[in-house]
């Protein structure tokens, strides 16, 4: 029997019973460097643990180099427990997620964001919704517990491949989205969307240009997040091709940023906006980090706030109702699509909104407060003990109050800070915002400081 599901604001893991050497979930799938923490015996452990539970599993991979390796390892558990596995190969994950209804669950390696020496696993459940913290949890215990039977030698599990999720994903996207005529500069950062968006917005009847757009696991182009600072090659390009609008994605595809016609970044806080103001009517999810800007925007609509994570965002959304959520980190979730973050949807949605104003008008019309972030790198092994320092120096702020849902929400008269340790790196992120510049600044400082203090 399992134990109950943490509550929020609880850290998921280490769970009771599970040994922290093998507590790898974070807020996104299990992430870590490839060959050193991401190993192919412990893929071939998950594979064990999610064959046994969930029996056929479809399984692709973003271009990363160890990729291959461990997709092989993944299937060489499922199928030594009796599981099936069908290959998609190289894909996107919202293309993977989208093709799991018609499996026990979906399966992508990938490490998203993170740089080309990183890899890792997000497992997805049929409705195109990330594994929950339950199943998660189900999935450590196997792990640690490793009392899976191996199957004899004429009920290994079947192989197969398909090719056709890919084809699914642009038709689907096309259907919803109508056509459009502008130019478009894509930059894919040699990641698993280049199959996709550059297509789709073609479709369309688009002018596209296309960055990046080879699948390569050195990453040559860019680091694979899209990060204003990252994407200085596309904020040119916009502008010198006279461009109307840059698209960005991650590694993966389930992230999706913007640049506008004069090369201007326009990143997940702004976009998050845009979407709600078009989507959310019966209500809005997004994480701790959102802008409290959404709260002023959408009078009598519902905001609610979730862990960072998209699946606490889907997990949300399904308990609520509501038509949309988001994050500023550049995941979108369309219910009416999928319950997987699509960023080449977002991106096709975003270019069919540009059809008649351009995006500066946009934005125009969507209060943005000036939100400031930054990181601190800690050694993961102090992390227990760093969180009760990072306790105390939250508590010497004087905030108005002190939120725990996610790390440490301070809300202060004029705006907020949010100290929390990130899902898929080392690090404390810390994140203010205030309705204008100089206040953002003075909060993050202090706040800053204090976590800096902490970590020592």
Known sequence: MLDAPPRRGEVLYPAPGI?????????????????????????????????????????????????????????????????????????????????????????????????????????????????????QHEVERALAAKDWTPAKWDAVGRFTERADLVDRHRAAILKAVGSASLHVVVDCGCGATA???????????????????????????????????????????????????????????????????????????????????????????????????????????????????????????KRRGADFGGEPSGTWIFPEQTMCPDGPFAAAYLVSLLRERTLKEILAAIPAYPVVRGALPFEAAKRESLASSLSKAVAGLAANEVTTLDGWRLAFDDGWALVRFSGTEPKVRVTAEARDLARAKAIYDRVFAAVQGAVG
């Open 195 to 317: 199959n996709v968006t550059p297509y789709v917005l073609r479709e369309m009847g688009c002018r596209v240009t296309a960055l990046n757009a080879q699948m390569d696991g050195h990453f040559p182009g860019r680091d694979p997040e899209p990060t204003e600072e990252h994407l200085a090659t596309l904020r040119a390009a916009v502008p010198a091709l006279g461009a109307d609008v840059g698209i960005a994605h991650d590694g993966d595809g389930d992230r999706m940023v913007a640049v506008d016609a004069k090369g201007a970044f326009v990143g997940g806080d702004k976009l998050l906006a845009v979407f709600a103001k078009e989507r959310a009517r019966k209500g809005l999810v997004v994480p701790v980090d959102a802008s409290m800007a959404l709260d002023d925007m959408l009078p009598g609509v519902p905001v609610y706030r979730t862990r960072v994570g998209d699946v606490y965002v889907a997990q949300e959304m």
């Open 19 to 135: 040994p922290a050497r093998v507590a790898h979930f974070g807020s996104s799938g299990i992430r870590g460097l490839a060959n050193a923490e991401i190993t192919p015996e412990l893929l071939l452990d998950v594979g064990r643990a999610v064959g046994v539970e969930y029996g056929n599993v479809v399984l692709g991979r973003d271009p990363r180099l160890s990729g291959r390796m461990l997709a092989s390892a993944f299937t060489a558990g499922v199928l030594s427990v009796g599981g099936g596995v069908c290959d998609a190969g190289l894909v996107s994950t919202p293309t993977l997620a989208r093709g799991a209804r018609d499996y026990g669950c979906g399966a992508v390696i990938t490490a998203s964001h993170n740089p080309g020496e990183y890899n890792g696993i997000k497992l997805w459940n049929p409705d195109g919704m990330a594994f929950t913290g339950e199943q």
